[in-house]
């Protein structure tokens, strides 16, 4: 299975699994999925990483995932928007068979946002 593929398998399982809450993650940067524990008072509505993970793979990490369970059109919120401010991470959301990417360009301080596909974690 190649990585892209693997990812998008495990995060999707994930999202599945904890329907109907969301499920959220980390993307390690050799693209390794780790799934974390949503914290939220509301986890069908929104998530909140544990925080303990972010510390554990503190440099390692390449972006964030989270699901929107059931949705057939899993695009960021607003308050995943602002999230976004963070310019080092990628941010993942999904669910089903559609993911999307978003992240903050500071060169051009603008939220970018894609289809996530396999040209955003390069070829495998």
Same mark, same amino acid.
């Given at each position: 299975?190649? &990585?892209?593929? @693997?990812?998008? =398998?495990?995060?999707?399982?994930? !999202?599945?699994?904890? =329907?109907? &809450?969301? !499920? ?8 390794? $999925?780790? &799934? ?20 554990? =793979? ?19 919120? &607003?308050? /995943?928007?602002? !999230?976004?401010?963070?310019?080092? $991470? @990628? ?10 990417? $978003? ?8 939220? @970018? ?10 070829? /495998?």
């Amino acid at each position: 299975m190649e &990585r892209f593929d @693997k990812l998008i =398998y495990e995060m999707q399982s994930h !999202a599945e699994e904890d =329907y109907p &809450r969301e !499920a959220c993650g980390i993307i390690l940067k050799d693209f390794t $999925y780790v &799934r974390a524990d949503n914290l939220s008072n509301t986890p069908t509505l929104t998530f909140e990483l544990d925080p303990g993970v972010l510390v554990k =793979y503190d440099d390692q990490i390449w972006g964030i995932f989270h699901s929107h369970p059931g949705s057939d059109q899993p695009l960021p919120s &607003r308050e /995943d928007k602002h !999230a976004a401010a963070f310019a080092e $991470y @990628k941010f993942i959301v999904g669910f089903g068979l559609k993911y999307f990417i $978003y992240w903050y360009d500071s060169k051009l301080d603008a939220l @970018k946002f894609d289809k996530f596909e396999s040209k955003h974690i390069g070829n /495998d």
